[in-house]
């Protein structure tokens, strides 16, 4: 079974503060992407990479950065932590372009 | 901009009801179409659908795509409580592994 893990269920930042969002998968999966979903608007795409070292900007980039150092891990960093950045964050990956994503349990995250 | 809505938001129900979800969708080069259902936790697979008119079944669920008229039903007969969920519904066109995801339609089904 594919698994795909995130570091955190819950989590509780402060504004300003620099956040890191881990997932890891264990299924050698090319491409690895990072959503946000919030009531009634669905998940929004942030950034996705589909190899080491390579990202690509998705729908909703601004505010976010990311880091894919190994194949298996992909990073979400929020630089400067924002209110209207609370949200549930997931993480997925998959082994090509066109294929069922897997998910991470998600990351519930909130900014005060 | 590449666009998936899904209908009703909301739907509420009762055990043995039967259930259908809709999407359309307006994607560049549409390549397929996939369903997910969320319970408290990951989004998981249900179905992919890249041919028009042909129907995938798992055990109470079945789907059907139409790409003349751009979309997409999720059928769920003789509901049951463990269905209540979030069904996402999403499409991949042109763009590189990119997944354009519906708002999902909560469903919540009473005993």
């Known amino acids: 079974d594919v698994k795909v893990t995130q570091s955190s269920r819950y989590l509780v930042k402060r504004t300003g503060e620099k956040v890191f969002l881990e997932c890891v998968q264990d299924?050698?999966?090319?491409?690895m992407f990072w959503y946000r979903q919030d009531p009634g608007l669905g998940l929004r795409l942030i950034y996705f990479?589909?190899?080491?070292?390579?990202?690509e900007k998705g729908d909703i980039p601004e505010g976010y950065s990311v880091s894919r150092e190994k194949k298996e891990r992909f990073s979400l960093i929020l630089e400067s932590a924002s209110t209207n950045q609370t949200s549930m964050y997931l993480c997925a990956s998959s082994p090509g372009s066109y294929n069922e994503q897997f998910f991470g349990p998600g990351t519930r995250l909130t900014v005060l | 901009e590449d666009k998936v809505v899904q209908s009703p938001l909301s739907l509420v129900v009762h055990e043995g009801d039967t259930v259908t979800l809709n999407c359309s969708y307006e994607?560049?080069?549409?390549?397929?179409l996939l369903w997910y259902k969320q319970e408290k936790k990951a989004p998981t697979f249900l179905f992919m659908l890249?041919?028009?008119?042909i129907e995938k079944k798992s055990g109470r669920l079945s789907s059907i795509l139409d790409k003349k008229e751009l979309f997409s039903i999720l059928n769920i007969t003789a509901t049951q409580t463990g269905d209540s969920a979030i069904y996402l519904c999403a499409g991949y066109g042109t763009s590189y592994g990119k997944l354009t995801f519906g708002q999902g339609t909560i469903l919540t089904v009473h005993p």
């Open positions: 990479s589909y190899d080491v070292k390579m990202k």
């Open positions: 299924m050698d999966h090319e491409n």
């Open positions: 994607v560049t080069n549409f390549r397929s």
């Open positions: 890249t041919s028009s008119g």
